[in-house]
C-alpha cells in the first residue's frame, strides 16, 4: 500500500506514520511525504498516480490543498486516487470542500477534521474500495479517457437538447437554451465528460461550430420555430477563434430572423484579452446578443459587467435552486436581480425545480424562468410535442 | 478506440438493427436512397448519411449507435424496446450478460448467506402478510431517513398500494435482493428531491396527478447477477408503460449511485440530510426514456422479460 502525506508540519506527518505502524501490518505500507502542494503535485507524477491513499492538508504554509485538488481533476488518470482531506478548519469548510471534490469526481475517501484517526481513515479507504471492485455492471464500460473524442467529432456524433425557457410573468415560452450531449454506442456522454477532453484536444471552436451549424438548420427547418430564441453556449477561448467567428456572423446575417443569444461562461485569464473584446464588439454589431452565463460563480463577475455590453444575465442554478431553504442564496439571487434592473437587463434564472422556488423569483423580479419544473432537456426532435403540450397546460409549469 | 471490446452483444445489436431497417424498408417500399432521403428530411443527425452506409447497416456489416438507431426508429413510431424485446437472440444475450457478470468473478462475491442458488423473484403486495416486514426490511438496507416517515404518521393502507416492492428469495424465506419503486408525477418528484415534501406526500401525489416518471428507492442484490435482476424489473416496468417519460433514482445507498455512475448516468443532485448528527447524502437521479433507451447496459436489462411474475398493484 503505498500513502502519500502532504503536509506541511512535519509534526503531523511524523504522527500519522507511527499511527500507520500501529495499524497496518508492518512492511505493507510504504509512506511518501510532501511538504506543500507542489511537492505533492510532483510525487504524485513521479509515483505516476500509483497511490493507494492521498492524505493531503487542507492548509499548508504558503500554499492549499486546493491546488492538489485541482490537479487531480484535470489530470483524469490520477482522478482515481482515494482522496483523504484532512484539515483544522470549520465544519462549513469541511462540507464545501468535500461537496468540491466530490463535484470533481475525485475519489473522496472523506473530509477528516484534525486531530486524525489513521484507523477510521483506513477503514473507510478500505471499504471504499472494496465496493469499487465490486464487479456491479452488467459490462465494464469504457473509462472516461476511452472516449475517442476526436472521432466522436469527426462523425458528428453530437445531439441538440433544449431546455424551455418561460417569462416569468406571461408564462409564455420565450426561447430555448442548447445543451449539448455526444454519444457512443454505449449511450449519452455528459458535457462535464467530454468538455474537458475537448478543450484539453482545443478542439473547442470545431465542437461549438457544430453545435451552431445543428441548431440553426433546426430552427431554420422548424419554422414555427422562429419566434423563440435560441441560446447556445460559448466561451472565451471560443472567442480568440476568428474563423468561428466569422462563421458565426456568416449564419446570423444569412437567417438574420433567428433570435441568437450567446452564453457566454468566463475564463478569467484571457476575457480582457483585446481579441477576445474585439470578437465581442463584432457579434454584438451584427444582431447577436450576448449573456453573461453562469452569473455570480466566479470572481470575474463584475469585472465582465464593466468590460462587456451584455444583454442578459444568467443567475447560476447552483444559488438558484434552493433559495427557498437557504439564506444566503436568496439575498445573493435577489440582489443580482437588483443590479440586473438598474442595468436594464433581462435576468434568467436556471435550476427552477420547485414552484416555491418560483414564487420567490416571481417576487424578487426575475424575467425569464429555466429548469426541471418546465423540463428536463429534450432532444430536438421533441420540442414541438413538448411546446405543444405546454400551450394546451397538459405538461408542469403553465398553471396560469 | 473502445469499439472491440464486447464484439458479442455488439454482433447481436448488430444483427437485430440489419434485420429491423431491412423489414422496415421493405415495408414501406422505399429504395435505400428512399430511406436516406426521409431521415435526412426528418432529423439532422443525418446529415452526412448516404447510402452506403445504409447498405452496410443492412448487410450488419457496421451498425449505428443505439442513439441514432432510437431515432430512426422513431421516424417509423418504434421503439428500440419493441425491436430489442421481440428478438430472442438479444433477450438471450442480456440474460447470459447478467448471468456472466456474476460467474466470472465469482470469488469476490461470496456471501455469508448465499452461494449462487436458484431464487423467486415475487412481487410483494401491500396487502401481502409479509409487505410490512420485507418493506422495513428494505428501509433498513436503504438507511435512507427520508423513507422513514416519522412515528406520528399515520401511514395509510391506500398510499402504500402505490409502492411496487419486489424480491428475490431463495429457498424460499430468504431475502437475496429487492427493489423499491413507484409511479409518480415529475413535479411531485421534484418537491421530493429538494426536500420540500416528505414521502408520504409524494405517494399521495400519485392520487392527483397523471404518473410520468419511475422513481428507484433502492434496488439491491447480493450478488452482481441478483442486483442487475433487480434492477432489470423496473427498468422492464419502464419499457413497457409507454406513459412514463422518466427513470429516477432517489437513495442514500452509495453502492447502487456509484453502480449508476457506472452506467454513465449524470448524478442530478446530491442533498445532505442530517440525522442523529450525521450528515447521510442522498443522491438523485433523472434521465429520460431516451436516454434509458440508448444506454446499452439499460436496453439489454430492460429487455429481459418478468413475465413469470404476478402482476404488480402500481396504479390506482
Known amino acids: 500500500m503505498n500513502i502519500l502525506i502532504v503536509d506541511d508540519q512535519q509534526f503531523v506527518r511524523e504522527a500519522i506514520k507511527a499511527d500507520l505502524a500501529e495499524n497496518t501490518l508492518h512492511n505493507k505500507v510504504k509512506t511518501f511525504e510532501a511538504e506543500n502542494a507542489q511537492q505533492g503535485i510532483e510525487a504524485i507524477v513521479a509515483m505516476k498516480g500509483n497511490i493507494d491513499l492521498l492524505i493531503l492538508d487542507l492548509k499548508m504554509d504558503n500554499s492549499d490543498g486546493m491546488e492538489v485538488i485541482n490537479f487531480l481533476s484535470v489530470q483524469s488518470r490520477y482522478a482515481t486516487i482515494p482522496l483523504a482531506v484532512i484539515s483544522s478548519s470549520d465544519k462549513r469548510t469541511l462540507e464545501l470542500v468535500n461537496s468540491i471534490a466530490c463535484g470533481l469526481k475525485l475519489n473522496v475517501v472523506g473530509v477528516f477534521e484534525k486531530p486524525i484517526d489513521m484507523d477510521t481513515i483506513l477503514t473507510e479507504t478500505r471499504r471504499l474500495q472494496s465496493v469499487s471492485q465490486n464487479p456491479l455492471e452488467v459490462m465494464a464500460t469504457t473509462a472516461v479517457s476511452d472516449y475517442d473524442i476526436t472521432q466522436l467529432l469527426a462523425d458528428e456524433q453530437v445531439l441538440l437538447c433544449f431546455q424551455p425557457q418561460v417569462d416569468m410573468k406571461s408564462k409564455a415560452i420565450t426561447g430555448f437554451e442548447v445543451l449539448a450531449r455526444m454519444y457512443d454506442e454505449n449511450g449519452y456522454i455528459y458535457p462535464d465528460t467530454f468538455i474537458p477532453l475537448i478543450y484539453e484536444i482545443g478542439l473547442n471552436a470545431q465542437f461549438t461550430k457544430i453545435i451552431i451549424a445543428k441548431a440553426f438548420k433546426l430552427w431554420i427547418h422548424e419554422a414555427n420555430l422562429s419566434g423563440y430564441t435560441l441560446s447556445i453556449n460559448i466561451t472565451a477561448q471560443d472567442l480568440i477563434n476568428n474563423d468561428l467567428i466569422n462563421f458565426i456572423i456568416r449564419q446570423k446575417q444569412a437567417h438574420s430572423h433567428i433570435k441568437l443569444i450567446l452564453e457566454l461562461t468566463e475564463s478569467q485569464e484571457i476575457m480582457n484579452q483585446a481579441s477576445v473584446l474585439n470578437s465581442i464588439a463584432r457579434l454584438i454589431i451584427n444582431g447577436i446578443r450576448i449573456s453573461l452565463d453562469d452569473f455570480g460563480k466566479s470572481y470575474s463577475t463584475y469585472e465582465r459587467l464593466d468590460t462587456i455590453p451584455f444583454n442578459e444575465i444568467k443567475i447560476d442554478r447552483s444559488f438558484v435552486c434552493d433559495i427557498d431553504t437557504n439564506e444566503q442564496h436568496r439575498l445573493i439571487v435577489e440582489s443580482t436581480i437588483a443590479l440586473a434592473k438598474k442595468m436594464s437587463v433581462n435576468v434568467v434564472a436556471e435550476g427552477i425545480e420547485t414552484e416555491s422556488v418560483l414564487n420567490i423569483l416571481d417576487d424578487l423580479g426575475c424575467d425569464i424562468a429555466q429548469g426541471y419544473l418546465y423540463s428536463p432537456p429534450m432532444e430536438g426532435r421533441y420540442l414541438n410535442a413538448w411546446i405543444n403540450r405546454y400551450e394546451h397546460r397538459e405538461v408542469s409549469g403553465n398553471d396560469k | ?316
Request: glycine residues 4%; contains cysteine; aromatic residues 10%.
Open chain 2, 1 to 316: 478506440m473502445g469499439y472491440k471490446k464486447y464484439a458479442y452483444p455488439k454482433t447481436v445489436i448488430m444483427k437485430v438493427f440489419s434485420e429491423f431497417l431491412r423489414k422496415i424498408r421493405s415495408e414501406h417500399h422505399l429504395s435505400q436512397e428512399g430511406l436516406r432521403a426521409l431521415l435526412n428530411e426528418k432529423s439532422h443527425s443525418f446529415d452526412s448519411l448516404d447510402t452506403i452506409s445504409i447498405s452496410r447497416w443492412e448487410r450488419g456489416i457496421n451498425t449505428p449507435s443505439l442513439t441514432k438507431q432510437s431515432e430512426i426508429a422513431e421516424v417509423f413510431g418504434v421503439d428500440l424496446f419493441n425491436i430489442y424485446s421481440s428478438d430472442a437472440d438479444f433477450v438471450e444475450e442480456s440474460l447470459y450478460a447478467i448471468q456472466f457478470s456474476a460467474g466470472e468473478k465469482n470469488d469476490k462475491v461470496t456471501h455469508p448467506y448465499y452461494n449462487n442458488e436458484q431464487y423467486q423473484i415475487e412481487f410483494i403486495h401491500s396487502e401481502h402478510v409479509k409487505f410490512e416486514q420485507f418493506l422495513k426490511l428494505c428501509l433498513v438496507y436503504e438507511g435512507n431517513p427520508r423513507l422513514l416517515p416519522t412515528h406520528q404518521e399515520k401511514i395509510s393502507a391506500a398510499l402504500l398500494t402505490s409502492l411496487t416492492l419486489v424480491s428475490a428469495l431463495c429457498n424460499f424465506s430468504q431475502l437475496v435482493g429487492h427493489c423499491l419503486f413507484c409511479k409518480v408525477n415529475t413535479k411531485a418528484l421534484f418537491e421530493f428531491m429538494n426536500n420540500s415534501i416528505g414521502i408520504l406526500d409524494l405517494l399521495a401525489s400519485t392520487q392527483q396527478h397523471q404518473a410520468n416518471v419511475l422513481v428507484v428507492f433502492s434496488s439491491f442484490g447480493v450478488s452482481p447477477q441478483i442486483d442487475n435482476h433487480m434492477m432489470s424489473v423496473y427498468l422492464n416496468q419502464l419499457a413497457t408503460d409507454k406513459t412514463i417519460e422518466y427513470l429516477s433514482f432517489s437513495t442514500c445507498d452509495s453502492k447502487l449511485k456509484q453502480k449508476l455512475m457506472q452506467m454513465k448516468i449524470p448524478m442530478f443532485k446530491v442533498k445532505p440530510i442530517e440525522q442523529n448528527a450525521k450528515i447521510i447524502q442522498n443522491y438523485s437521479f433523472i434521465m429520460s426514456r431516451s436516454e434509458v433507451m440508448a444506454n446499452r447496459n439499460m436496453l439489454m436489462l430492460s429487455v429481459i422479460p418478468t413475465r413469470d411474475m404476478q402482476p404488480t398493484t402500481t396504479g390506482i
